[in-house]
């Protein structure tokens, strides 16, 4: 094909795959789709399932020392979704045409990210409590906002994921409001916890409008719905009440209700630490990855057995035939 | 000891097995070979704390001193634990975990089968909901001893020293004393003692499908279920039940 | 060191109650048949979703190209006579 050609015919598709869009019709895998598209959702979707994915350290630190059978119950039914939202994730990024294998790959070279939030450490009982409320609060968030993003296997996950996250923030929440009803050791352990996970919750919704503008692909593509600041907005006047009701104090000593915007106003918020902790140095970037990596490595033997097994298996089943 | 004794120390010991065995499978939480495993040995470990929570709690029934599941599995000390040594051995690597759930659910399979027809409404309900359980554990247990014996040339070898390493702990399943005596009479629980021919049958059947050696060693440790335990379990209780002790007064 | 290996991947579908279709829930990875309904089954009726599980290996399953939905589907579009609403039934008659 001569390139005025080939030109023409990327522009067809690009028309057609635009009018979908237009027409609010979901991108399915066989669909044709620019590049551009494809490499973002592929960025976006394995960003999203490494987190969940490496999530599961933090509060899976808690796990043997969870203070009741049925705290640990809750603690493992809720990490073992993280786990499975990891899985549904990675299986709606294998339908762009990465495989999981990659994905891992990438996590470990750097080249892809996972969020944030989990760089930060699970020091006391409480943080369990504030991860759950705040971490997985700020999540649902910009999940629910994601159920109705334009690539339909993305989608279909984020419906699953987000029914099965309702249980999340509420045990969250639980945690925190039956410690602020306790012993004074608790109410300061919530409160610590509190104070440390509040900012970076904050953080997790991404840049200021002001530095990552709404006009770009994602907007345009459907991908991304509502911006950065709409959903931390969200986030943060659903929070404030809740903290409220149990009496616990919301570290910043600027946020007040704006009658005009009809939301709260923030302080400021730490871009410095931000983009510290994005770029490594974190209190837990390198741990988080080590474990990573190593599990990696140690489950190896165990993968490549169940493949040999079944390739003997295949093998003396095909002679018993013939 | 009296009948009301016996039957105390008998659902702990069934407790703090499905106690003690939660604890090591939910450590592989974030640890398992495939994301897809994680979830699987997770599943296990929410089993063994369900089966946990009835059987202690029906202990302090028993007892009827108002102690609950949860007083029982955080304020109790090492000694009074009574769970066999199998299930608080490290879990080492996949190989090891997956033959000591063979072994386990193998012993449970025909143990908790015979005690869903107890005399004892309450234990027999417990063993009839934990018996599904028990089948699935088994089953996947199985399948896994297959793989790994009969994948690789590495996994074999794997395989093969968990087996071995594992067998010398396996007897004490078997071990029946004046606790079971008491509850074969009065309610009528199996015998353990009368089922060491099936399992042997049964594992040593899945042993030699998966390519492996059925260990003839004789040697037998022994002592859990009196509470002389291995170094591991003060272990897991100082991390286990930390929080209730460094904070005697909360409630969580 | 060989290249890592996640296993084969599979597509799972779930049957929510007895004689309910069995409608796609998503993809697990398993190296055999066993492997991949025990996944499944961990996977996707954690909350008692399902009463029966089928699973299918990925490249088993064939997709029709949405290039060709105008010859594929387009042609379905004119038969209104395979809807009941087509006919015109005379005025008195019952339970038709």
């Given at each position: 094909m001569e390139l005025k050609e080939q030109t023409a015919v990327q522009s067809d598709l690009l028309k057609s795959f635009e009018e979908k869009i237009g027409r609010d019709d979901a991108i399915e895998p066989k669909d044709k789709m620019p590049d551009a598209y494809r490499k973002h959702l592929i960025r976006q979707i394995s960003q999203h399932a490494h987190s969940e994915v490496i999530g599961m350290q933090p509060e899976g630190n808690w796990i043997t020392r969870a203070p009741s059978l049925r705290a640990k119950q809750i603690l493992l039914a809720k990490i073992q979704d993280e786990g499975g939202h990891g899985l549904y994730l990675y299986s709606a990024a294998e339908t762009l045409g990465i495989s999981r294998s990659e994905m891992i790959e990438q996590l470990h070279s750097g080249k892809a990210k996972y969020s944030n939030i989990f760089n930060y450490p699970a020091l006391?009982?409480?943080?369990?409590g504030a991860i759950g409320w705040l971490v997985?609060?700020?999540?649902?968030?910009?999940?629910?906002?994601l159920q109705r993003t334009s690539y339909g296997p993305y989608s279909r996950a984020m419906v699953r994921i987000c029914k099965e996250e309702s249980f999340h923030q509420r045990q969250g929440y639980e945690i925190m409001a039956k410690m602020m009803a306790g012993t004074a050791d608790q109410r300061e352990m919530a409160q610590d916890a509190m104070n440390r996970w509040w900012w970076p919750a904050l953080m997790m919704f991404g840049p200021h409008d002001s530095e990552s503008p709404r006009s770009g692909d994602a907007f345009k593509w459907k991908i991304k719905r509502q911006s950065n600041d709409e959903l931390r907005a969200k986030f943060i006047d659903k929070t404030v009440q809740q903290a409220e009701v149990i009496g616990l104090t919301i570290p910043d000593k600027d946020l007040k209700w704006n009658e005009a915007r009809g939301h709260y106003d923030h302080g400021p918020i730490d871009w410095n630490e931000f983009y510290n902790v994005i770029n490594g140095n974190g209190p837990c970037n390198k741990q988080r990855m080590d474990h990573h990596k190593r599990v990696h490595a140690e489950g190896a033997w165990v993968r490549e057995a169940a493949e040999a097994y079944r390739a003997k298996k295949e093998k003396q089943l095909f002679q018993s035939k013939n | 000891?009296?009948?009301?004794?016996?039957?105390?120390?008998?659902?702990?010991?069934?407790?703090?097995?499905?106690?003690?065995?939660?604890?090591r499978l939910s450590e592989w939480c974030s640890n398992a070979p495939i994301l897809e495993e994680d979830l699987a040995l997770t599943n296990f470990a929410l089993d063994m704390i369900g089966r946990a929570q009835a059987l202690l709690g029906y202990a302090g029934q028993i007892e009827g001193k108002g102690r609950t599941d949860d007083d029982l599995a955080y304020r109790r000390g090492e000694r009074s634990f009574y769970n066999v040594l199998l299930t608080e051995l490290p879990n080492q690597d996949f190989a090891y975990t997956m033959a000591r759930e063979l072994y386990l659910s193998a012993f449970e399979y025909f143990y908790y089968s015979g005690l869903a027809g107890s005399k004892d409404a309450t234990l027999a309900a417990i063993a009839a909901k934990t018996l599904k359980e028990i089948k699935y554990h088994l089953s996947h247990a199985t399948d896994w001893v297959l793989?790994?014996?009969?994948?690789?040339?590495?996994?074999?070898a794997k395989m093969q020293t968990a087996v071995d390493d594992l067998w010398p702990y396996a007897s004490e399943l078997f071990e029946s004393d004046a606790v079971d005596a008491a509850m074969?009479?009065?309610?009528?629980?199996?015998?353990?003692?009368?089922?060491?021919?099936?399992?042997?049958?049964?594992v040593s059947a899945i042993l030699k499908e998966a390519t492996?050696?059925?260990?003839?060693?004789?040697?037998?440790?022994?002592?859990?279920?009196?509470?002389?335990?291995?170094?591991n379990l003060g272990h897991i209780l100082a991390e286990m039940q930390f929080l209730p002790h460094a904070y005697p007064d909360a409630k969580w | 060191m060989s290249a890592d290996t996640q296993l084969e991947k599979w597509e799972v579908f779930i049957q929510s109650k007895p004689g309910a279709n069995f409608v796609h829930a998503g993809c697990v990875h398993a190296?055999?048949?066993?492997?991949?309904?025990?996944?499944?089954r961990d996977t996707y009726t954690r909350r008692g979703e399902g009463t029966s599980i089928w699973v299918v290996p990925c490249d088993a399953i064939v997709a029709s190209n949405p290039d060709e939905n105008d010859m594929f589907f387009d042609p379905a579009n004119d038969k209104t006579y395979r809807m009941p609403t087509f006919y015109v039934m005379p005025e008195g008659a019952k339970a038709i």
């Open positions: 006391n009982w409480a943080d369990i997985d609060g700020a999540a649902i968030v910009n999940q629910v906002s | 000891m009296n009948q009301q004794e016996a039957m105390f120390k008998y659902c702990l010991r069934l407790g703090d097995n499905a106690l003690i065995r939660s604890y793989r790994l014996g009969d994948g690789t040339a590495e996994s074999h074969i009479s009065a309610i009528g629980a199996p015998d353990p003692a009368a089922l060491k021919d099936s399992w042997m049958k049964h492996l050696d059925v260990p003839t060693t004789m040697y037998t440790h022994t002592g859990g279920r009196n509470g002389i335990h291995s170094e | 190296s055999d048949k066993k492997m991949a309904l025990q996944n499944a």
